[in-house]
Nanobody, 112 residues
């Protein structure tokens, strides 16, 4: 199993980013996927889950309305669109399977 996140970077407050997570090594279309983040010195925070078929999505209250999760099973990729970013969104963002497979993360820094 391999999960490779991309799309992080430095963005100003109020800006947007789209993260992606390319999956390989398993039948991607059969697995729900999650996004989590970890800010420096803090624990993991679950952000979103998307079911295997992409029909059902779930969001943490802390980010609801500012993020959208989506997937493209033909491309074995899950996305996290983030908008209205705040400094407190600064963190390392990971995608993962519910089986406990994780990517290496992509850093998002929100700063002016």
């Amino acid at each position: 199993v391999q999960l490779v996140e991309a799309g992080g970077g430095l963005v100003q407050p109020g800006g947007s980013l789209r993260l992606s997570c390319a999956a390989s090594g398993f039948t991607f279309s059969r697995y729900s996927m999650i996004w989590v983040r970890q800010a420096a010195g803090r624990g993991l925070e679950w952000l979103s889950t998307i079911t295997d078929d992409g029909i059902n999505t779930y969001y943490a209250d802390s980010v609801k309305g500012r993020i959208t999760v989506a997937r493209d099973n033909a491309r074995n990729t899950v996305y996290l669109q983030m908008s209205s970013l705040r400094p407190e969104d600064t963190a390392l963002y990971y995608c993962a399977t519910l089986s406990g497979d994780w990517g290496q993360g992509t850093q998002v820094t929100v700063s002016s």
